[in-house]
C-alpha cells in the first residue's frame, strides 16, 4: 500500500526501528501438535499447521520513531496494534524483518497476571519491580514514591485480594511510572482506572516525554491521541495505512471505521437526527416552562453574578 | 485488570544480580503460598516420604518381607531424595503455560519460572535433612565424616539433573501440553525403576542397563551409600554425573532455542 507513508522520520535519531517486519501466528491449536493428529499423520499435522491457519497479524511494516516523540497507534479492533507493540517491546520475535531498540523499553501492558492476589501490595511491588529489571535495593529506594503516587498508603502491607480493580491499576501504573524508561510502551491501559487517575497518569506520561522518555501508545481513545502525542498512525489489518499528525489520523481512522461499517455510519445518522429531534422538542419545552418560572430568573441572575456569564439551560432535563 | 510494566535495555544488559534477586523472591513467594495459612506449615512436607515410609516399611518389609536391614531408614533414605525430584519436576512443567500472561507482557529471564519451583523444592529437602539425619542417629546410624563430602556432591548432582529435566520439560510442555500428563506418568514409572524400595544390587543379571540409563539410579544408591552405610559411592555416579550434565545442557538449550515463541504460542 503506501509505503511513502509508512517510512516517515528517518535519520540518525531513530530509537525505535522496525524494518519490514511482519508477524504470522497459527490459529486454531496456535502451534501445538495435537497428540492424535501428529501421531496419525506425522507430516500432514506439520505441514498443515502451517500452511492453512496462517494469520498474518503485522504485514510488512517499516517505521521509524525518533527519541523524544510521542507516537500512537490507532486502528480498528485487531489490526494488529497490540500484536505490534508486543513486536517493539521484544516479547514475541517478528517472523519476518527486523525491530531495533536503542535504549531501555519500559512495557505498560494491561493484563490480567503479575500481581498475586495472595500476597501484599508491597510484596508484589517488589516483585514487578524485580520482573522489570530492577535491582531489590532499587525498588526499596523507590516504594515510598511508588506507595504515594498510587495512593495506597493504608493498604500496601494487605494482601492484594482485598483490592479494588482501580487499585491494583494504581498500583501497576505507579511501579512503570518509576522505571525510568528511555522508550515507554503503552497499550491501552489507561481505559480502567476512574477519570482523576487517568489524567494523573496523563500528566506522568506526558511529563515523562517532557523529560526525553520516547513513547508509543496503542489506544482508541482519540481524544488523548490527539492531545498528547506529537504523530501517530493507522493501522489496518496488520498494516500501517498511514502515518502523519495525529488529528489527521484520528479523522481518518474515523472516515474509515464509518465506511467500513454500513451500520455505524446509519446508526450514526439515525442517532443523531433523532437527538436533534428530540434536544429541539425538549427544549422548546424547557423554554416555555422557564419563561414562566419567576424562581429561573432569579437564579439565572445569580449565577451570572457569580460566575460572570456561562451556559445556565442545559436542554435534557426537561424531560421529566 | 491491572496493568504491568518492565523495563529491559538491549540484550544481556540485565544484571546478574538482578536475575538471582528475581529467583529469590519468586521462591520465597512460592514456599510462603504454599503453605499460607495451614496450621502446621512446613512440617506438611514431610509428610509424604514419612506416610510412604511408613506404609512402605509395613507392605514390602513386615508382610512381604524383603531381608533388608533397618528398612525403614532405607526407605526414607531414598525417598526424601526422590520426592524433592519427583515435585520439582511435576510442579514446574506448568509453570510457562500457567504463566502465560507474564509471558505475553513482561520481558524478564524467563528461565526463573520453572527454576525458582525447583529451588522451592530444594529448600525444602534442606530444612528436611536435618529430620532425616536425626531418623539415621536415633537408628544407631552415627554421623561419618563421608558426610561432608558425600552429601554436597550428591546434592549438586541431584540439584543440576533436577534444572536440567525441569528446564526441559516445562519449555517443550508449552507446546506440547500432553507431556505433562506424560511426565506424570513417566515419575510414576521412575519411582520403580530407581532403586528407592530395594538396592541396585538385587536388579536381576541382565537388567543392569536400567541402572546406567537412569541418572536417578546412582544418585539414589549414592545417598544411601554416604548416609546409612557411610561409604563413598560407586563408580556409576560419575556416569551419573554425566548424565546430569547432560540434561543441565539439554534444558537449557531447549529452553533458549524455544523461549522467543513462548509468548506466542501460551
Known sequence: ?320 | MTLHAATFGPRGSRSARNGLELLAALTSRELRLRYQGSVFGWAWSLARPLALGVILSFALGKVIGTGIDDYSVFLLVGLFPWFWFQSAVQMSSTTFVGNGGLLKKVRFPRAVLPLSVVLGNTLQFVLALPVLAGFLIFSGHEPRWVWLPGVPLLFVLQLALSCGVALFVASITVFFRDLEHIVEVLLNLLFYITPIIYDAGRIPAGYGWITWANPLAPIAEGWRDVLMFGQWPGVELWASGGLAAFALALGWFSFRRLEDSFADVV
Open chain 1, 1 to 320: 500500500m503506501s509505503s511513502e507513508a509508512q517510512a516517515a522520520a528517518p535519520g540518525t535519531d531513530a530509537v525505535l526501528s522496525l524494518l519490514a517486519v511482519s508477524k504470522r501466528y497459527h490459529l486454531s491449536e496456535a502451534g501445538q501438535w495435537e497428540l492424535k493428529t501428529a501421531l496419525l499423520h506425522p507430516i500432514r499435522s506439520l505441514r498443515q499447521g502451517r500452511s492453512r491457519n496462517a494469520l498474518w497479524a503485522v504485514r510488512d511494516v517499516t517505521l521509524d520513531v525518533t527519541r523524544g516523540e510521542f507516537f500512537s497507534i490507532v486502528g480498528a479492533n485487531g489490526s494488529g496494534k497490540s500484536t505490534l507493540l508486543r513486536l517493539m517491546a521484544g516479547l514475541s520475535r517478528p517472523t519476518k524483518g527486523s525491530v531495533r531498540v536503542a535504549g531501555r523499553i519500559s512495557t505498560l501492558l494491561e493484563l490480567g497476571s503479575g500481581f498475586h492476589p495472595q500476597v501484599s501490595g508491597r510484596e508484589n511491588a517488589l516483585v514487578n519491580g524485580l520482573l522489570c529489571g530492577m535491582t531489590r535495593a532499587q525498588v526499596e529506594a523507590l516504594l515510598p514514591a511508588i506507595v504515594e503516587f498510587a495512593g495506597l498508603q493504608e493498604f500496601i502491607d494487605q494482601p492484594m485480594r482485598t483490592y479494588s480493580s482501580g487499585m491494583y491499576v494504581r498500583l501497576g501504573f505507579a511501579i512503570a511510572a518509576f522505571m525510568d524508561p528511555e522508550v515507554l510502551l503503552v497499550d491501552e491501559v489507561l481505559a480502567v482506572g476512574d477519570a482523576g487517575f487517568q489524567e494523573k497518569c496523563y500528566d506522568h506520561i506526558a511529563s515523562l516525554q517532557a523529560q526525553g522518555v520516547t513513547i508509543v501508545m496503542v489506544t482508541h481513545d482519540l481524544g488523548a491521541v490527539e492531545r498528547f502525542s506529537s504523530r501517530a498512525a493507522l493501522m489496518e489489518r496488520g498494516r500501517i495505512v498511514a502515518t502523519g499528525a495525529p488529528a489527521a489520523i484520528t479523522a481518518r481512522h474515523l472516515e474509515r471505521l464509518v465506511e467500513t461499517s454500513p451500520e455505524i455510519h446509519r446508526a450514526l445518522d439515525e442517532q443523531l437526527e433523532e437527538r436533534i429531534a428530540a434536544s429541539s422538542e425538549d427544549r422548546r419545552k424547557f423554554e416555555e416552562q422557564l419563561e414562566g418560572n419567576p424562581e429561573f430568573h432569579r437564579l439565572l441572575a445569580e449565577k451570572v453574578a457569580r460566575e460572570g456569564g456561562g451556559e445556565a439551560t442545559p436542554g435534557g432535563e426537561a424531560r421529566s
